[in-house]
């Protein structure tokens, strides 16, 4: 399983064409969170350089050569469970999982580390 957030994800996204061409079936989760979440905590919510364009994520498998990877877009805990399931009884496809969060859902911890780390940066 890959879990990784939409911002990184546009930096990588390609290798699901590899995925593809090598005959692999992972379960891929993005986390749609509109952006550096993480970063947002650190620098700022407002600020525009953790802003990325929204992409249309369940098409991508599609357009990097996997036709017939499964994908869902998500935003409750039972449309995930329902993803993951699915991705259980299928191990030979791919399931993409585009989970959908709000811009700053931060655990808790996160948010203590972020504000250190702010304070950090502002001294």
Do not use: C
């Amino acid at each position: 399983m890959l879990l990784i957030g939409d911002g990184a994800a546009q930096l990588t996204v390609q290798e699901l064409g590899a995925f593809g061409r090598e005959g692999l079936a992972p379960v891929v989760v993005v986390v749609n969170n509109d952006g550096y979440t993480v970063e947002r905590a650190i620098h700022g919510v407002t600020a525009e350089y953790n802003d990325i364009t929204g992409w249309r994520w369940t098409e991508l498998p599609a357009a990097l050569g996997v036709p017939d990877a499964l994908t869902f877009r998500v935003s409750t805990y039972g449309e995930l469970d329902d993803a993951l399931s699915t991705a259980a009884a299928t191990p030979d496809r791919m399931v993409f999982v585009e989970v959908m969060l709000g811009r700053m859902d931060i655990p808790p911890l996160l948010t203590e580390l972020a504000q250190s780390a702010s304070d950090a940066n502002s001294s």
